[in-house]
């Protein structure tokens, strides 16, 4: 089993990790907004689907890891906070490393929980934010959708990796806490 085989799954939870945020230096701004998990059952096995999909072509013992650490990774979080501004946002949940940038497209460079390095790119549609994450190995595009609702948010996450089966997509649903 080589070594570029096992950060498959942790690049996976890296970038989970980018829609979720830790202890940070962020302060919570007056607009800032709670959601909770709200996907339930159904979401948690269309993520399962999915993880299963990406990893189906690679070698047993490796498969059954990065099953496991995909999905331990990509997991939802209780509790999300969002911060949105003017010029920057920043995205937090327990556990995850933070992250804060401006809504510009112009990318800026963050590490994630792995330690790899991404080229990261916010933008802003009505409605929702887009961030396209660009590694080593692929890019994975974020979206969180619903933010102009009072109670409803979704996360949707499509990640391209050239070390697995099939792109990971998924979609989580949260309500304003």
Not at 14 to 23: D, F, R, S, Y
Not at 122 to 147: C, N, V, Y
Not at 154 to 171: C, K
Request: glycine share 10%; with cysteine.
């Amino acid at each position: 089993m080589c070594s570029s085989d096992l950060r498959i799954v942790a690049r996976g939870s890296a970038l989970m990790g980018a829609c979720c945020v830790g202890p940070g230096r962020a302060r919570a701004a007056s607009n800032s907004a709670r959601y909770r998990f709200s996907g339930g059952q159904l979401e948690l096995s269309q993520l399962e689907r999915s993880v299963d999909k990406a990893v189906q072509n690679l070698p047993p013992i490796v498969r059954s890891i990065a099953r496991r650490r995909l999905l331990r990774g990509h997991r939802p979080s209780g509790i999300l906070e969002l911060v949105p501004g003017e010029e920057r946002v920043v995205l937090r949940m327990p556990g995850k490393p933070l992250l804060e940038g401006r809504i510009s497209g112009a990318p800026f460079s963050w590490r994630g929980v792995t330690g790899e390095s991404f080229e990261v790119r916010i933008r802003r549609r009505p409605g929702q934010l887009r961030f396209d994450f660009r590694g080593e190995h692929g890019k994975t595009e974020l979206a969180l959708s619903g933010l102009d609702q009072p109670r409803a948010m979704v996360i949707r996450l499509r990640a391209n990796d050239n070390r697995l089966s099939a792109p990971l997509a998924y979609q989580l649903s949260y309500l304003r806490a």
